[in-house]
C-alpha cells in the first residue's frame, strides 16, 4: 500500500477542539474555527479521528472487543473483555472520543461541501466515510444520536435525540447508494485522502462493500431488506482484490498525529496473548505464525485459555480454574503488526468474499460459496505480507494445502466455515469481529465463569452509554433505553435479536 504523508495535520489539528469529557453542549462547538480552512484538511485529520488513537483502541478495541471474541486473553485484571468486568469509561471510550472529533469533523465537511456546491465526488467520498463512522458507533451501542449528531454549530442542536438503530440502518444504505452515484472519474483529496490516495474506483467499491456488510448485518433483524440491499450492493460492484482493501496508512510520527492506535497500545502494554480458542482455529493453519510469536519462556507457539488470571479462582459453574503465573510462556502477537507504522483496516476484500459466500449459501447470488469461501482465504492469507511488510509472506503452496487440508470447503457446514474464516480475517480490526460474532453467533465461544462477572457469565451484547447522557441529554438518553432495553452490557440491539 502507497504511503501518504500528511503534513498540514498539524495546523488542522490545532483548529480542532479536544473536549472529550464535556456533554453534548460542548461537544457541538465549531470544530474548525477557521472558515477558510479547505476541505481536504479537514478531511485528512476525520480520517485519522475515524481510526483512532490510543485512548478508545485501548480500551474499546482490545480490552473489550479482542477478548469477547476470544482473539486475545490476559490475566490482568483491567483487561475486562473475557471477565465480563464493567469498566465504564473503556466501555464508553469509542463515543467519548468519535462524537467530539469523527462526528463532529464529518458534519462539518458535509455542511461546508453544500455551502459550496459541490455535490460531486468529494461529496460521495465524505457520505461514505460518514456512514463508516456511525456504523461503528452504532453497532457498538445500539441506538445513538445520528441524524441530529455534531450539529450544535451547524443548527444549534445541543442535545440531539438517539435514533432507533433500524432507521439508522435504513438511512445509512441509502447514504451510501447516494454516495456512490455521486462519484465520479477523479476527486481533489489527493494525498489528504490517507485510505485511497483520491482513488474514486476503491472508493466505489468499498462504499457497495460497506452496502454489502449492513446488509448482511440485518440478517437477523430483517432478512428481506437484507437480501435487497445485499443483491443491490453485490451488482453495483464491491472490492474485487487486495488492492481495494480500505485502511488508513500510518506513520511513526509526528507524536500523537498520524501514529495507529494499535501500535502506540502496544508500545505500552504486553498484556495480551493469544487465546487458546483462536489457536484451535489456527491449528495447520500457516497465518499461526504470521500473526504470534512464542512468548519469551516458549519455544512453541500456545495460547493462554480464556478467564484467566494470576491467581486460581472457583468459577461459578464450580470448576476451579488454575492461575496463571507466567504469562510469557503464551504466544504474543508478532512483532510485525505491533508497529506505530502499519496500516489501520476498515473493510478488506477478504471479509467481501466470506459474505458473498454466505450470499450465495442462502441462494441471493447464482455464483458458487465455495468459490468465494477460497478466494475470501487466499485473500486474508495474502494481504498480511501487504499490510504488514515486515511479516513473512504466505505462500501460494502454503494456500493450496490448507485449502485441500484443514481448511477444506465443507458445503454442510458452509456458513459455519466462511464466519469462522471472518473471524479470524477479522484480527486487530475487532470493532467488524465482535460485531459479525454477534450477528452470526460464530465462531462458537464458550462464556467464562469468573464469579465477579456482572452480566451472568454471558458474553457482552453491547456496550453501555457514558453515564453523563443520563444527566445532560437526560430525555433523548431515556427515550432510547426505554425503546431499546436497559442500559447493560446484555441488551440486544435491534440487528441481534
Not at 475486562?80 to 465537511?109: C, H, Q
Not at 473493510?347 to 449459501?361: N, S
Request: negative net charge.
Amino acid at each position: 500500500m502507497k504511503k501518504v504523508y500528511i503534513a498540514f495535520l498539524s495546523f488542522a489539528f490545532a483548529l480542532t477542539s479536544c473536549e472529550f469529557d464535556a456533554g453534548f453542549e460542548d461537544m457541538n462547538v465549531n470544530p474548525n474555527a477557521a472558515n477558510n480552512v479547505a476541505v481536504a484538511n479537514k478531511f485528512a485529520k476525520t480520517v485519522l479521528d475515524t481510526s483512532g488513537g490510543r485512548y478508545e483502541n485501548w480500551r474499546n478495541s482490545l480490552i473489550y472487543n479482542s477478548v469477547l471474541i476470544q482473539h486475545y486473553s490476559t490475566t490482568a485484571s483491567y483487561w475486562a473483555g473475557d471477565k465480563y468486568f464493567r469498566y465504564d469509561s473503556y466501555a464508553t471510550s469509542l463515543w467519548d472520543r468519535n462524537y467530539p472529533t469523527a462526528v463532529k469533523g464529518i458534519e462539518d465537511i458535509i455542511n461546508q461541501l453544500n455551502q459550496e456546491g459541490n455535490s460531486g465526488s468529494e461529496m460521495g467520498i465524505a457520505r461514505i466515510l460518514r456512514v463508516f463512522i456511525y456504523h461503528r458507533l452504532t453497532d457498538t451501542h445500539g441506538d445513538v444520536p445520528y441524524s441530529e449528531a455534531g450539529k450544535g454549530y451547524i443548527d444549534g442542536i445541543l442535545k440531539p435525540k438517539y435514533d432507533a438503530q433500524q432507521d439508522i440502518y435504513m438511512d445509512m444504505l441509502k447514504e451510501l447508494e447516494e454516495a456512490v452515484a455521486q462519484i465520479g472519474s477523479s476527486s481533489s483529496m489527493g494525498n489528504a485522502d490517507a485510505i485511497f490516495g483520491g482513488n474514486t474506483t476503491k472508493w466505489k467499491a468499498f462504499g457497495n462493500s460497506m452496502m454489502l456488510r449492513l446488509a448482511m448485518r440485518m440478517t437477523k433483524a430483517d432478512v428481506s431488506a437484507a437480501q435487497a440491499w445485499a443483491v443491490k450492493a453485490i451488482s453495483a460492484g464491491t472490492m474485487t482484490s487486495n488492492d481495494h482493501i480500505a485502511a488508513v496508512t500510518h506513520t511513526d510520527g509526528p507524536e500523537g498525529i498520524n501514529k495507529n492506535g494499535h501500535g502506540e497500545v502496544f508500545d505500552v502494554d504486553s498484556q495480551m496473548r493469544l487465546s487458546a480458542t483462536f489457536e484451535s482455529h489456527l491449528s495447520g493453519d500457516p497465518r499461526l505464525s504470521v500473526l504470534f510469536a512464542p512468548g519469551s519462556s516458549n519455544s512453541v507457539i500456545v495460547g493462554m485459555p480464556n478467564g484467566s488470571t494470576s491467581d486460581t479462582y472457583v468459577g461459578t459453574d464450580g470448576v476451579s480454574v488454575p492461575g496463571v503465573t507466567d504469562r510469557h510462556v503464551y504466544a504474543q502477537t508478532h512483532s510485525a503488526l505491533k508497529g506505530k507504522d502499519v496500516p489501520m483496516v476498515f473493510q478488506t476484500y477478504a471479509e467481501v468474499e466470506f459474505l458473498k459466500a454466505e450470499a450465495a449459501i442462502r441462494g441471493w447470488i447464482s455464483s458458487s460459496a465455495e468459490e468465494h469461501y477460497n478466494k475470501g482465504v487466499t485473500a486474508a492469507m495474502k494481504m498480511l505480507k501487504q499490510l504488514y511488510p515486515a511479516s513473512t509472506a504466505i505462500t501460494d503452496a502454503e494456500i493450496s494445502a490448507y485449502l485441500a487440508g484443514p481448511g477444506a470447503y465443507d458445503a454442510s457446514k458452509g456458513w459455519e466455515m466462511a464466519m469462522n474464516e471472518y473471524w479470524k480475517a477479522t484480527f486487530l480490526n475487532e470493532y467488524e469481529a465482535y460485531a459479525n460474532w454477534r450477528r452470526t453467533g460464530y465462531p462458537t465461544l464458550t462464556p467464562t465463569k469468573h464469579p465477579n462477572s456482572v452480566s451472568n457469565n454471558q458474553i457482552f451484547r453491547r456496550m453501555i452509554y457514558p453515564g453523563g447522557e443520563s444527566a445532560t441529554n437526560g430525555d433523548n438518553y431515556a427515550a432510547a433505553v426505554a425503546r431499546q432495553g436497559a442500559d447493560d452490557f446484555t441488551t440486544r440491539m435491534w440487528w441481534d435479536k
